[in-house]
T-cell receptor, first 111, second 116 residues
């Protein structure tokens, strides 16, 4: 089946620093999505990307849909303590009608 | 908008009993709902895709007779873990997709199941 490689697995940063994480796949996806999960909660949709090359922002978050449709990255600028959590990328395949999730990036922000 | 609830948020049951988990879309109609299982510090593992009024589609390796899914209405799907065993202990999360936007999933808060 389709697999996503998400990196890094974890990050420890100081408050105020910028963060970058990415996902790559051997398969093409029609849509890329980024979610954040807080402990004991369900994931929350952050950004959805629909077209190859698309660059979309949501506040301090910026994500891009790779030109090859096989990768995506998420940047967080000027991190704050509430950015702590697990960030998941997901690729949606229209034919399959479902998303494939990456293994997550655990972000820790030190005040 | 796009709020999904789950009930219960946590449950403890004894081995051999069955547990039902409800997933509701509160402010939209969901033609498709998904059920995931998540182990500590791991990603979301899709168990099955549930479409309103039809049988669920289970992922490879997921026992459909053990994890019964019913999607009786456009706002409610249920997962019943039958004859639960300790290895079924996990965090179960549902998600729902609005019509015509099936690539966007809105997740419930999850249900922590502990089987003793």
């Amino acid at each position: 089946g389709q697999q996503l490689n998400q990196s890094p697995q974890s990050m420890f940063i100081q408050e105020g620093e910028d963060v970058s994480m990415n996902c790559t796949s051997s398969s093409i996806f029609n849509t890329w999505l980024w979610y954040k999960q807080d402990p004991g909660e369900g994931p929350v949709l952050l950004i959805a990307l629909y077209k190859a090359g698309e660059l979309t922002s949501n506040g301090r978050l910026t994500a891009q849909f790779g030109i090859t449709r096989k990768d995506s990255f998420l940047n967080i600028s000027a991190s704050i303590p509430s950015d702590v959590g697990i960030y998941f990328c997901a690729g949606y395949n229209t034919n399959a009608g479902k998303s494939t999730f990456g293994d997550g990036t655990t972000l820790t922000v030190k005040p | 908008g796009a709020v999904v609830s789950q009930h219960p948020s946590w449950v403890i049951c004894k081995s051999g009993t069955s547990v039902k988990i409800e997933c509701r879309s509160l402010d939209f109609q969901a033609t498709t709902m998904f059920w995931y299982r998540q182990f500590p510090k791991q990603s979301l593992m899709l168990m099955a895709t549930s479409n309103e009024g039809s049988k669920a589609t289970y992922e490879q390796g997921v026992e459909k007779d053990k994890f019964l899914i019913n999607h009786a209405s456009l706002t409610l799907s249920t997962l019943t873990v039958t004859s639960a065993h300790p290895e079924d202990s996990s965090f179960y999360i549902c998600s729902a997709s609005p019509p015509r936007v099936s690539y966007e999933q809105y997740f419930g808060p999850g249900t922590r199941l502990t089987v003793t």
